[in-house]
């Protein structure tokens, strides 16, 4: 199993032209931490009334978070790094045009040598699918319509596609990404029966969001994405399945990460292959993080 850490978007952690996130990278190459993410948006509305009938509760970010664009913060990362891979957890795809995004995810797999991995979202706020005139009905059609026409600009010269929602003939897009069309994508998005399908047709990853990552209710879930690889001749042990660590509080109200990592073998049994986890929640000064990211690592990998 692999670890996987999400970037705090506190105040103290991005200011200062995200420094103390840079050297928290920095640390987790050092101590073996698999894959570094952040979380995105390019704009945050007033109105989040959809989140809330989504999840029940408000977002987990206020609008004054000063959010990392993924692709410019990981080119930074990727220069300041040598062994950690990059990615996102997730990148809303849909309001961003497919030749652009596959230009600059193919442009950080190039200049890193190979080390992305990305997670892709087809997003919940309509303020910006309008800001940026992209239609939000159909939006998930459109995330894999991206893929699809992305793994050709990826493999592909000249490459064409015609979609629905994407639509281009004989461009040259270069450079490759060093990994090819086989960049490993993951999206994160409900597990029903259309979308499993789309996943083991397409050779997608997983990340199941909010309650969904819960292990009673990923275990079906992974069962059928697995038996969706296999019905499309695709091998189901190369199922990546990401999934945020369960979250608890101890007596005291702080949270608890060793009950957290209780869990870690469970995880494993049913199939998870990355577990994502969010240090700032736990370090609360930076000379705290390496111990944590430490007892994460002795956790997961023993």
Not at 90 to 113: F, H, N
Not at 155 to 183: M, R, T, W
Not at 192 to 203: D, T, V
């Amino acid at each position: 199993m692999r670890t996987s850490i999400i970037l705090g978007t506190d105040d103290h952690l991005t200011a200062d032209g995200y420094k103390p996130l840079l050297d928290i990278v920095q640390i987790a190459d050092e101590i073996g931490t698999d894959i570094v993410t952040v979380p995105e948006h390019l704009a945050m509305s007033d109105n989040q009334e959809e989140f809330v009938r989504r999840y029940g509760e408000s977002p987990p970010v206020d609008l004054t978070t000063k959010f990392a664009e993924p692709m410019v913060f990981m080119g930074a990362v990727a220069a300041l790094t040598r062994r950690i891979k990059l990615g996102t957890s997730v990148i809303v795809t849909p309001i961003r045009s497919a030749l652009a995004l596959g230009k600059q995810m193919a442009v950080l797999d190039y200049l890193s040598g190979g080390r992305t991995t990305f997670g892709l979202g087809a997003g919940w706020q309509k303020e910006e699918f309008d800001a940026v005139n992209s239609p939000y009905k159909g939006r998930h059609r459109h995330m894999f319509e991206q893929i699809e026409a992305m793994r050709a600009l990826w493999s592909e010269a000249p490459a064409s596609y015609h979609g629905e929602f994407v639509n281009f003939e004989g461009l040259h897009c270069q450079p490759f990404p060093a990994q090819g069309k086989d960049i490993p994508l993951q999206v994160g998005i409900l597990a029903n029966e259309k979308n499993i399908e789309r996943m083991g047709r397409m050779g997608l990853g997983w990340i199941p969001m909010a309650e969904a990552g819960h292990i009673p209710n990923m275990i079906e879930p992974i069962r059928q994405i697995r038996a969706s690889y296999e019905a499309n001749g695709r091998n189901p042990d190369d199922l990546e399945v990401q999934t945020f660590i369960q979250f608890f509080f101890d007596e005291n109200g702080m949270p608890d990460l060793d009950r957290s990592l209780e869990l870690v073998p469970q995880y494993k049994e049913i199939g998870v292959t990355t577990l994502i986890i969010a240090p700032s929640a736990y370090a609360h000064t930076m000379d705290a993080y390496g111990p944590v990211l430490e007892k994460i690592e002795r956790a997961v990998k023993g």
